[in-house]
């Protein structure tokens, strides 16, 4: 087989489809894609809400509760806990197909009548506000996050204590405002450190402790701007910066981001991988256009996805999975499924499928749990089942409906409130345009109040500072400075924060690369390289050999 290049339906940009491509396709038995890799993840991405929650109703106790639903959902919602409950039954709301009509047509009815889980999590204690999360205890608006303890304003990370505004972090302590931290201890305003403590302002720091403002470092102590200096001096100079205000705050974020362009980047992120590309990948082979993935062979357009073989476009958040094709939200040893999102454990053999947890030989079907050869939530003996599936994929080949991934209008959410405005930004009319849904903001019940000037110094803030609704400097939205957040800025000296959480995230990924590869020439020995920093990036960006040289 020779390597063909397609028109992409909805950008109609070229995109191309190799010979190894076509024997995936061939191997899961679907027809090569219409829409180029950024469109498909974009549509999969679109029904994947981490952060937008509102206050709402259960459907089934007429309790209040915290939603990932608008209060205006079309949605049928349970309250989490109601929803895993056995008195009640999916399979009750089952169809028979109906084949004068298109698949997704009769899909996206059931959708709305099955209930579905306000929030998604497992085995959380006295943490409400946070979705797509399990085992954490005490923790608040953490999103996409496991076995966490008292720690704030968090998404992919696991197993940390008392840390707030992290993403990609693991194993860390007290640390605030970090990315790409492992196994750190009361760092700052850093990212890419591994096995530190006392940091400040650095980037790509490994076993270094009481550093400022320096950058590729490893088994260093007492260092300001990349250059050693006594206790006594690091001491004063910490002193002097004035964390603990937002004058000093400013002035040492301004610092960080001038001084920091200086340093040389590695081209990608990646470790011990084999005719592999993307970024952050960890021991992968064959593996293509992925980011932050460990462990694959074989996978190609993948990101968060883990020990897995033989898949295509799949976005969060797999493990132990092998041969599925244009799968999201999925997790935890699935085989053979196609075209699903929200689907959990030990699923094999699964079709158009959402919201379905350890099931076998599903095809088109919402909110079943333990199930077999089911279509559209209606039980078939297994002779049924298999008689009418082939009958039902050879009338979504004559609708056009065969091989795409659920349509845009089936996204239970607006495009911007999911986590493909984040990757993909597009503004309302845009996303209308494409197809998409919208979520307008609702002011009707904004906070009225006065505004709230914050005290200049975090020690002249008492609790009283909790009661109040503050307003982002940056988005105008409200947001609140709970309790526990408070005494962390008091006990290690940092200035409240003039912006929101999601702005704060925000400042976070400007920082971090974007799921994109661009062809560069290596700024020290001019070698042909892939990378994701853009060209027009001021770094200097070096190849893997010339970046290991120069900075370890």
Not at 176 to 187: D, G, K, P, S
Not at 231 to 249: R, S
Not at 418 to 429: D, G, I, R, S, W
Not at 516 to 523: E, F, I, S, V, Y
Request: glycine share 4%.
């Amino acid at each position: 087989m020779a390597s063909i290049t397609k028109q992409c339906a909805v950008s109609g940009k070229g995109f191309v489809i190799t010979d190894e491509d076509q024997a995936f396709y061939k191997k899961v038995e679907v027809p090569e894609p219409t829409l180029c890799p950024e469109e498909r993840r974009r549509r999969r991405l679109a029904i994947r809400n981490e952060t937008s929650l509102y206050s709402g109703t259960c459907a089934k106790t007429g309790k209040s509760m915290i939603s990932m639903y608008s209060p205006d959902s079309p949605y049928t919602i349970y309250d989490r806990d109601e929803w895993w409950k056995n008195d009640w039954d999916p399979l009750e709301y089952g169809q028979e197909f109906d084949f004068s009509r298109p698949f997704f047509e009769q899909f996206e009815e059931l959708q709305l009548k099955v209930p579905r889980m306000a929030l998604v999590g497992l085995h959380n204690e006295n943490s409400t506000f946070i979705s797509y999360s399990a085992h954490n205890k005490d923790s608040y608006l953490i999103y996409t996050a496991d076995y966490n303890e008292k720690c704030y304003y968090m998404r992919f990370s696991d197993r940390n204590y008392s840390c707030l505004d992290a993403d990609f972090t693991y194993d860390s302590r007290f640390c605030l405002n970090v990315f790409h931290a492992i196994n750190c201890e009361t760092c700052f305003y850093s990212y890419k450190i591994k096995g530190s403590s006392g940091l400040y302002f650095c980037y790509n720091m490994q076993s270094c402790h009481d550093c400022m403002f320096s950058a590729n470092l490893q088994n260093q102590q007492y260092v300001i701007f990349n250059k050693k200096v006594s206790k006594e001096e690091y001491e004063k100079m910490k002193a002097n910066m004035g964390l603990d205000t937002q004058a000093g705050m400013g002035k040492a974020k301004k610092y960080f981001e001038e001084h920091i362009q200086k340093f040389p980047r590695k081209n990608l992120e990646n470790m011990r991988c084999e005719d592999s590309t993307g970024d952050y990948l960890e021991g992968c082979k064959d593996t293509h256009e992925s980011f932050n993935c460990e462990g694959l062979r074989d996978v190609k357009f993948a990101t968060h996805l883990h020990q897995t073989t033989d898949a295509y476009d799949w976005d969060f958040i797999g493990y132990k999975c092998q041969l599925c094709y244009e799968m999201c939200s999925s997790c935890y040893n699935l085989r053979n499924c196609r075209f699903c999102m929200n689907i959990w454990e030990g699923a094999d053999n699964l079709t158009y499928t959402d919201l379905c947890i350890d099931n076998k030989d599903l095809f088109g079907c919402v909110g079943l749990r333990k199930k077999e050869y089911c279509i559209l939530n209606k039980q078939y003996t297994k002779e049924q089942y298999e008689e009418l599936v082939p009958k039902i994929i050879e009338h979504m080949k004559s609708t056009g409906e065969w091989g795409e991934f659920f349509p845009v209008s089936i996204s239970p959410y607006g495009y911007n409130e999911t986590v493909a405005q984040e990757y993909f930004p597009l503004t309302k009319e845009e996303a209308l345009t494409r197809g998409y849904k919208w979520k307008d903001k609702d002011d009707s019940a904004a906070y009225q109040g006065p505004e709230v000037t914050l005290p200049e110094a975090v020690a002249d803030a008492d609790e009283s500072v909790c009661d109040k609704v503050l307003q982002c400097a940056e988005s105008s939205d409200f947001y609140k400075i709970i309790p526990q957040e408070l005494k962390f800025y008091k006990r290690f000296g940092i200035a409240l924060p003039r912006i929101a959480p999601m702005e704060r995230h925000g400042e976070r990924m400007k920082l971090r690369n974007p799921r994109k590869l661009w062809d560069r020439t290596c700024g020290k020995c001019a070698a042909s390289i892939k990378s994701s920093y853009a060209p027009e990036r001021p770094e200097p960006v070096y190849c893997e050999d010339c970046y290991l040289k120069e900075v370890f």
